[in-house]
């Protein structure tokens, strides 16, 4: 993490985990959005307009600056997700269409 280096419009919670400062947006979240949908940061801004354009590019800054741990954590989230998926079993709604597949 980026000891010593201030990112306006960014804080860090109890856990070191960096939030937008007076939002309940966490830094990953605009990170995903970047990588996930190749959003540039005016997109971002635009899909959440809460946000100013300078919340924002300092998020993506936080990033770049922290991009190897940044990484990780999506990586794990996506590895945690996954796993979540495997255990889950199919809702109704997912049990009812593919019945109806096998019926129809």
Do not use: C
Not at 34 to 42: I, K, N, P, V
Not at 44 to 65: D, F, G, K, R
Request: charged residues 30%; neutral net charge.
């Amino acid at each position: 993490m980026a000891v010593g280096i201030k990112f306006p419009h960014i804080r860090l919670d109890d856990q070191g985990k960096p939030w937008i400062d007076d939002t309940n947006i966490k830094v990953i979240e605009i990170v995903l959005d970047h990588l996930g949908y190749g959003w540039s940061a005016e997109t971002i801004q635009e899909n959440h307009p809460h946000l100013t354009l300078a919340q924002v590019y300092s998020a993506l800054a936080w990033y770049y600056e922290n991009q190897e741990e940044m990484d990780a954590v999506v990586k794990d989230q996506g590895e945690r997700l996954r796993e979540l998926r495997a255990a889950a079993k199919p809702s109704r709604l997912q049990r009812q269409v593919a019945a109806s597949r096998r019926r129809g």
